[in-house]
């Protein structure tokens, strides 16, 4: 029996049952793309989709019209459950949701698994959400042969994950995603103010301006920033919001970017 990696936040984050995901999923992403573009990398939000699903909607959005040349979905993002040391891939073979399974590409994975910041860590993976409520949105937009290679950072630097990329990077047949949030539990305005700045440093493709305040994936984050500078990538802010925007209070808001780089 392949080993799978079951999901840990479904009826939580999102609806565990497929027809009332695949409706949400949907819906979110009906709206029209905010551009045309064909990105290489994007920067996603990872909380529930009552708050956050319409910000990353925006940027999964791009993805129909280039859904034929992607091969490859190279997922980065923050730990929150398990503290370690460097970046986390998992043994299982796949990854599972309410929609079904992403096949683990165990090529792209054994290119990397040699790095020295790179180990098998299945406890980490094991109940976290940063990448799982990724999955619905890329199968919904994505061919179903699509491979995917799921990293959680740790206790790393920016440039640790920067040679993961690098080493992944290849042609327009890998799209990278990181997944993270902005700025955490500010009142409405202030996380509108940090939000902004951050927001321009990654337009600017500037890792020294965002810190942990900043993005609670400021490391994954940081790391696609090194890389898209040396690619000469442009970026571009598709939705930035919070949770005061979306379906929460505004006392205490989390702030969502959704970022394409092309």
């Known amino acids: ?33 905010p551009v045309e573009i064909c990105p290489k990398a994007l ?42 040391t460097g970046i986390a891939a998992s043994s299982a073979q796949y990854f599972a949701s309410p929609l079904g399974t992403m096949r ?13 910041q790179l180990r098998i860590l299945d406890e980490a993976h094991q109940d976290e959400h940063s990448l799982e409520v990724q999955l619905p949105f890329l199968q919904t937009v994505l061919n179903k042969d699509v491979g995917l290679v799921p990293l959680l950072v740790g206790d790393a630097s920016p440039r640790e994950v920067t040679d993961i990329i690098e080493t992944l990077w290849d042609g327009p047949e890998t799209l990278i995603v990181i997944s ?57 802010a598709l939705d930035v919001r919070n949770s005061g925007d979306t379906a929460g209070s505004r006392d205490r808001v989390v702030g969502y970017g959704a970022y394409a780089f092309a």
Do not use: W
């Open 104 to 116: 683990v590409d165990q090529e792209a994975m054994n290119s990397i698994l040699t790095k020295p």
């Open 180 to 236: 993270s949030d902005l700025s955490h539990y500010h009142d409405y305005h202030t996380a509108q103010h940090l939000d902004q700045a951050t927001s321009m440093a990654i337009e600017q493709l500037n890792p020294e301006a965002i810190d942990y305040p900043q993005a609670c994936g400021r490391t994954p984050l940081n790391g696609l920033l090194y890389a898209a500078r040396h690619h000469k990538l442009h970026a571009t």
């Open 43 to 84: 920067v996603v939000p990872h909380a529930g989709y009552i708050y956050s699903g319409p910000v990353a909607a925006s940027a999964y959005s791009l993805l129909p019209p280039c859904r034929e040349r992607i091969k490859r979905v190279v997922l980065l993002g923050p730990a929150h459950r398990v503290p370690f």
């Open 1 to 33: 029996m392949p080993q799978i990696r079951e999901p840990a936040v479904a009826g939580m984050f999102y609806p565990d049952d497929p027809l009332l995901l695949q409706q949400q999923v949907e819906g979110l992403l009906a709206r029209e793309a």
